[in-house]
């Protein structure tokens, strides 16, 4: 795959959080934890065809609990896939199963670069977090999405089991301006905001632990 993987806790996160960022690349996968109910599964489908994307891998539980087999279940998909940037929720979000899938997310990712663990163990590049509902105070990554907001919109009116809980149109009204404010702060129509979070490579299973360029 070698692209973006979003880890996600519920179906519809994957398009308020990075929807139009993963449209641009058409390689990206969704990896979401819970389904509840479970008819929204339909729902996920749809708006990852909205986005362009390839079918979605679910794992259905009922809520994210940070175990060892989900942190587990979460590093065998990312080294199956091999992503180069996962994207997944803030650790301050104001929802607990998305603060949780931080936390399996970030002990996945380490898990999967464990020579010990895996015989082709996966180390991924850059982790990126994104904003649902609680925005960012100070973005490290912005991307226009200008050319895929369109997109994301479609894949927004992919969730009528969301949509109808708010008929003033709060999800499609927030996720709007929230994507004209990044496109505001970058100099872009539209865009997404991101904490770019680094990833400690200090434990014994690195090959390479040392540069001599620190501006490669
Ligand atoms: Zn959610």
Same mark, same amino acid.
């Given at each position: 795959? $070698? $692209? ?9 996160? #994957?398009?308020?959080?990075?929807? $139009? ?6 390689? +990206? ?25 390839? #079918? ?14 989900? *942190? ?14 996962v994207v997944t929720h803030l650790p301050f979000d104001y929802h ?12 996945? *990712?380490?898990?999967? +670069?464990?020579?010990?663990?895996? /015989? ?10 994104? #904003?649902?509902?609680t925005l960012i105070p100070s973005p490290h990554v912005l991307v226009?999405? +200008? ?9 927004? #009116? ?10 003033? $149109? ?9 994507? /004209?404010?990044?496109?505001?702060? +970058? @100099? ?13 490579? @200090? ?14």
């Amino acid at each position: 795959m $070698g $692209g973006i993987l979003a880890v996600v806790s519920h179906p519809d996160d #994957e398009t308020f959080g990075c929807g $139009g960022t993963l449209a641009l690349h058409a390689d +990206s996968r969704v990896l979401c934890l819970t389904c509840n109910p479970r008819d929204r599964k339909v729902e996920l489908k749809v708006a990852c065809k909205a986005l362009g994307l390839a #079918e979605s891998i679910i794992f259905m539980e009922d809520n994210v609990v940070p175990s060892r087999s989900l *942190i587990k279940r979460v590093a065998d998909v990312i080294v199956a896939e091999r992503p180069r940037i996962v994207v997944t929720h803030l650790p301050f979000d104001y929802h607990a199963d998305h603060r949780a899938t931080y936390e399996v997310v970030k002990e996945a *990712i380490e898990w999967a +670069s464990h020579t010990t663990t895996y /015989e082709k163990s996966c180390l991924v590049e850059r982790l990126l977090l994104m #904003e649902i509902n609680t925005l960012i105070p100070s973005p490290h990554v912005l991307v226009d999405i +200008s050319e895929t907001m369109v997109r994301k919109r479609a894949a927004v #009116e992919a969730y009528k089991t969301q949509l109808v809980k708010f008929s003033w $149109g709060y999800y499609q009204n927030f996720s709007d301006k929230k994507a /004209e404010l990044r496109g505001a702060q +970058s @100099n872009c129509a539209h865009a997404e905001a991101f904490v770019e979070e680094s990833l400690a490579k @200090n434990g014994p299973f690195y090959e390479a632990k040392a540069t001599r360029n620190l501006l490669r």
